[in-house]
T-cell receptor, first 112, second 117 residues
């Protein structure tokens, strides 16, 4: 079993939809949780960075961490065609964020 | 802040040749990381520097791979005697970290795509 599980999709939604992306993990030592967006032939771009449990909001993006369930989510409101990309979750334990543990990424297509 | 810069963006070479990639991190970042990514996978950690010191290397990093960060600024990753399996995207990331800086997120460049003929 992988340390981080992420459904690769693909996920296809109409423009304006609310998108929910999720990752589960098995290592209870993980304390730092990140979501990256990656366009084709580009590097990962940091979207959200959270520590421990709770919610964090930034514009149309909301990140949630539920450590009791070992489950993290990224919500995208009012999705746009420009949101079409692969979304990767990554996480690391406290005191050692040097080596991130990654999900496979979920491919998202937002259709106009 | 000009972001993490990688050069070249794409490298095509014949099997058995040596290749070298360069990474320029965000200027104030003391930590620098190299990753490898293949299609449909998340990035795979290769190695990490804090300033000029290489502090960690993945077991996946064979002796054909070497990385340097001589002055604690830019870094190079060299692959000797390239093999077909080396074809991948090589990503560089940088961050602040250590001491009172705590844990800061990593910021990535757009990678160097290596194709082995």
């Amino acid at each position: 079993q992988k340390e981080v599980e992420q459904d690769p999709g693909p996920l296809s939604v109409p423009e304006g939809a609310i998108v929910s992306l999720n990752c589960t993990y098995s290592n209870s030592a993980f304390q730092y949780f990140m979501w990256y967006r990656q366009y084709s032939r580009k590097g990962p771009e940091l979207l959200m960075y959270t520590y421990s449990s709770g919610n964090k909001e930034d514009g149309r993006f909301t990140a949630q961490v539920d450590k009791s369930s070992k489950y993290i989510s990224l919500f995208i409101r009012d999705s746009q065609p420009s949101d079409s990309a692969t979304y990767l979750c990554a996480m690391s334990p406290a005191g050692n964020n040097r080596k991130l543990i990654w999900g496979l990424g979920t491919s998202l297509a937002v259709n106009p | 802040d000009t972001g993490v810069s990688q050069d070249p963006r794409h490298k095509i070479t014949k099997r058995g040749q040596n290749v070298t990639f360069r990474c320029d991190p965000i200027s104030e970042h003391n930590r620098l990381y190299w990753y490898r990514q293949t299609l449909g996978q998340g990035p795979e950690f290769l190695t990490y520097f804090q300033n000029e010191a290489q502090l960690e290397k993945s077991r996946l990093l064979s002796d054909r791979f070497s990385a340097e960060r001589p002055k604690g600024s830019f870094s190079t990753l060299e692959i000797q005697r390239t093999e077909q399996g080396d074809s991948a995207m090589y990503l560089c990331a940088s961050s602040l970290g250590g001491g009172d800086l705590g844990n800061q997120p990593q910021h990535f460049g757009d990678g160097t795509r290596l194709s082995i003929l």
